[in-house]
Nanobody, 115 residues
Framework: QVQLVESGGGLVQPGGSLRLSCAAS????????MGWYRQAPGKQRELVAT???????NYADSVKGRFAISRDNAKNTVYLQMTSLTPDDTAVYYC?????????WGQGTQVTVSS
């Protein structure tokens, strides 16, 4: 079992930036991958970005060039740096971890982009 705790969400103006953090309750060194998803009101949850154990990164087309995912194995933490935010980025953002035994989700953190 592993617990994931997201933080860093909040209210930001269009064009602004936020950095989300996802802290795992144990080492993420040998996991398969971690990633960020988001779910806007009335919409399905969608993949935002992933970072496998090899350190490569993958992004949804809608966030390419604006968001960056990274990980700090020493802190058991994955980050999502979000820039040039627009109202379309408003959603609850969830962290997900994949390992050989299954996958886990965090509780989510709200990001609201509004003037």
């Amino acid at each position: 079992q592993v617990q994931l705790v997201e933080s860093g969400g909040g209210l930001v103006q269009p064009g602004g930036s936020l950095r989300l953090s996802c802290a795992a309750s144990r080492s993420i060194f040998n996991i398969i991958a971690m990633g960020w998803y988001r779910q806007a009101p009335g919409k399905q949850r969608e993949l935002v970005a992933t970072i496998p154990t090899d350190g490569s990164t993958n992004y949804a087309d809608s966030v390419k060039g604006r968001f960056a995912i990274s990980r700090d194995n020493a802190k058991n933490t994955v980050y999502l740096q979000m820039t040039s935010l627009t109202p379309d980025d408003t959603a609850v953002y969830y962290c997900r971890l994949w390992e050989a035994g299954g996958d886990y989700w965090g509780q989510g953190t709200q990001v609201t982009v509004s003037s």
